[in-house]
T-cell receptor, first 112, second 112 residues
Framework: NAGVTQTPKFQVLKTGQSMTLQCAQD?????MSWYRQDPGMGLRLIHY???????DQGEVPNGYNVSRSTTEDFPLRLLSAAPSQTSVYFC???????????FGPGTRLTVL | KQEVTQIPAALSVPEGENLVLNCSFT??????LQWFRQDPGKGLTSLLL?????REQTSGRLNASLDKSSGRSTLYIAASQPGDSATYLC???????????FGTGTSLTVIP
């Protein structure tokens, strides 16, 4: 199993650009989520999904969109990038909400 | 909103020492608590998951305890090794179990 994979590893954007961060898992997990990690603030939940076709907002959803058309994939879209979105983004998955979470390696995003 | 605090923020110990990392949370109505390890520039690796009905979990040299009523968890690491050097994060579930709140972590350095 590859586990949870994320692409790209690094990305630099200009303010106002849009992009999609990819996340895929091959463990047939129902629950997937996106976090951002900022210095001194820990990981904060952006969006999550409890299964294909179902998504919901987390703690810091503004400026981000998600969709879940398949069990395997959970992309995160930045609609119009802002410098405040400079961060490291992690995707995670688990069998259900209450199970062990498995994290991807992260995407380091810089918005200029 | 759930607030998670980890003290100390950084810890340096000589190899072989036993140590305790602390995690406290403000809302005791949780479903579970999870301890993670994060190496520099990497994703998170799950160490231990404690359900709210459990008092402790053990894996090798690691032992995690949970006192839900007082809003506290500890991670005990026995006979520390240089390879244990990493940042350790705890995460607690929300009341509904579908969101997780992270502490900012304890950065551990084990000196050979």
């Amino acid at each position: 199993n590859a586990g949870v994979t994320q692409t790209p590893k690094f990305q630099v954007l200009k303010t106002g650009q849009s992009m999609t961060l990819q996340c895929a898992q091959d463990m047939n997990h129902e629950y997937m989520s996106w976090y951002r990690q900022d210095p001194g603030m820990g990981l904060r939940l952006i969006h999550y999904s409890v299964g294909a076709g179902i998504t919901d907002q987390g703690e810091v959803p503004n400026g981000y969109n998600v969709s879940r058309s398949t069990t395997e994939d959970f992309p995160l879209r930045l609609l119009s990038a802002a410098p405040s979105q400079t961060s490291v983004y992690f995707c995670a998955s688990s069998e259900g909400e209450l199970n062990t979470q498995y994290f991807g390696p992260g995407t380091r995003l810089t918005v200029l | 909103k759930q607030e998670v605090t980890q003290i100390p923020a950084a810890l340096s110990v000589p190899e072989g020492e036993n140590l305790v990392l602390n995690c406290s949370f403000t809302d005791s109505a949780i479903y579970n608590l999870q301890w993670f390890r994060q190496d520099p520039g990497k994703g998170l690796t799950s160490l231990l998951l404690i359900q709210s009905s459990q008092r402790e979990q053990t894996s090798g040299r690691l032992n995690a305890s949970l006192d839900k009523s007082s809003g506290r968890s500890t991670l005990y690491i026995a006979a520390s090794q240089p390879g244990d050097s990493a940042t350790y994060l705890c995460a607690v579930s929300s009341r509904t179990g579908n969101q997780f709140y992270f502490g900012t972590g304890t950065s551990l350095t084990v000196i050979p």
